[in-house]
């Protein structure tokens, strides 16, 4: 898997007026190198149609595309790879469906799950959510940053830190051990989006992490 550090997912309740598409063009030009389409609201048709238009811009841009949840929707634009979660398509089906070039990320909330993932295949986990976060309803209380000082000890494939993660507090998280980390509301609802982007991207190569 290409390797990826500044990780931005939709959120269009952050951006009301303005349009998909426009808003993660602006945070690739800042430097963001995956984009994940999150829609926990859309028709099965409007994700697909918002799918199509991401994949046409991160080939365009040549950056990855994920897509959350729909693993048809990512088959169906051919996108880089799915994320799923603890409750969702087990990570053993996934791989069966999505086949062996395909990534799979899947969420992470303690070491056990972590350790889980790596064994069945994952191409790389989430770690989080490393802070408060209003961005997911049914989210667990914050693993906060001891969580990422232990997948950095002891996990091997890559991993990239969530969760209430903002310009003010990345260094705390990049501290601990994460060389990725992904955001959605300090990312999409920013006035200016491309700006935020390179102040993280910024802060990554101070860091080492380009
Ligand atoms: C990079 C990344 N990490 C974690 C998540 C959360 O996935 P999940 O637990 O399935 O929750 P939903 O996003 O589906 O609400 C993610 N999407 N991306
Ligand atoms: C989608 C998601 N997954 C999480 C996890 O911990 O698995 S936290 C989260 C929300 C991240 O949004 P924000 O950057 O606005 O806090
Ligand atoms: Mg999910």
Not at 12 to 23: A, C, N, T, W
Not at 63 to 74: E, G, P
Request: proline fraction near 3%.
């Amino acid at each position: 898997m290409r390797e990826f550090q500044l990780y931005a997912i939709t959120g269009e309740e952050f951006h009301p007026g303005r349009d998909l598409i426009e808003v993660m063009e602006e945070a690739i030009l800042g430097g963001v190198d995956i984009i994940q389409l999150r829609d926990k609201t859309s028709s099965k048709r409007e994700v697909l149609a918002k799918a199509k238009a991401l994949r046409e811009l991160t080939k365009k841009h040549d950056v990855l595309f994920i897509v959350n949840d729909h693993i048809d929707v990512a088959l169906a634009v051919d996108a880089d790879g799915i994320h799923v979660g603890q409750d969702d398509l087990p990570l053993e089906d996934a791989r069966r469906i999505m086949g062996p070039d395909k990534i799979i990320g899947i969420s992470t909330h303690k070491i056990e799950e972590a350790r889980e993932a790596e064994a069945g295949g994952a191409d790389y986990i989430g770690v989080g959510p490393i802070f408060p976060t209003k961005s997911k309803v049914d989210v667990v209380d914050p693993v906060t940053t001891a969580y990422i000082q232990q997948v950095a000890a002891e996990i091997n494939i890559p991993f990239v830190a969530i969760g209430g993660i903002k310009l003010h507090n990345v260094l705390q998280v990049l501290d601990a051990g994460a060389k990725s980390v992904c955001m959605i509301s300090e990312i999409v609802g920013a006035n200016d989006v491309k700006g935020v982007c390179e102040e993280f991207k910024q802060i990554l190569t101070a860091k080492g992490h380009k």
